[in-house]
């Protein structure tokens, strides 16, 4: 199975920042058999992204390198009047096929609950979006549970103990590894990732573990040549 590395720059990088990212990066990166590489910029900077990827963002083409657009978030609503909303017809139009939802960071400030999490899981699998749905410990069973019969499968999931997110405390290889694999024997072909203070240095910790199919990357993705660095150690 490929190894996801998927790059989640939060509410980082203005345009500029962000061209000046996708330059860097086109320079360093070199494609790697067997890893699928996801970039998860900000609304905003999703068409420079496209735009500087094009050529190499089609899932459809299996000769092209596996670099692909994902978002941040997504609507619980369908396109129509809600305001500030992004719906996951939008996220079509701009190449996207994967997008985060429920980061620890969104049921924190945004107050998101298992089920609006849900409600947008319905909605980028009737576009077919991959979800790439954030859990934690404490309440993995209460999301898993307002999920519909089927939808596991579809879906990758990032386990991401919160103590582990931006603290440069990882949470031991070995135990994370555990965890992931417990929610493996949930479903079988879900990729399970693993998130929170994944460095260069640590990277391959993870990816050597059985149960972890990937890694979710925040503070790191932000540099590009550590970003790149980072890809190739795992
Ligand atoms: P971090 O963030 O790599 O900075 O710990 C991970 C995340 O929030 O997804």
Known sequence: MTKYIVANFKSHQTGREAQN???????????????????????????????CLSGVSSPN????????????DVSPFPPGAYTGAVSAAQLITHGISYCLVGHSERRKWFHETHQEIANKIRELLDQSITPILCLDQPYQQAQIA???DGWLKEL????????????????????????????????????????????????????????I??????????????????????
């Open 61 to 72: 083409n299996p000769h092209q390198d596996k670099i692909l657009l994902g978002a941040q």
């Open 156 to 211: 990758i999931i990032a386990y991401e103990p919160v103590e582990a997110i931006g603290s440069g405390r990882p949470q031991n290889p070995q135990a994370a590894s555990q965890i992931a694999s417990s929610l493996k024997n949930l479903s079988a072909q879900t990729p399970v990732l693993y998130g929170g203070s994944v460095t260069p240095q640590n990277a391959a910790d993870y990816t050597t573990q059985k149960s």
């Open 146 to 148: 307002a999920l519909e």
């Open 213 to 234: 199919d990937g890694l979710l990357v925040g503070g790191i993705s932000l540099n590009p040549d550590e970003f790149v660095n980072l890809i190739n150690q795992a």
């Open 21 to 51: 990212w996708l330059n860097q990066f086109k320079s360093a990166y070199e494609p790697t058999e067997g890893k699928t590489v996801i970039l998860a910029p900000s609304f905003t900077n999703l068409w420079l992204f496209q735009k």
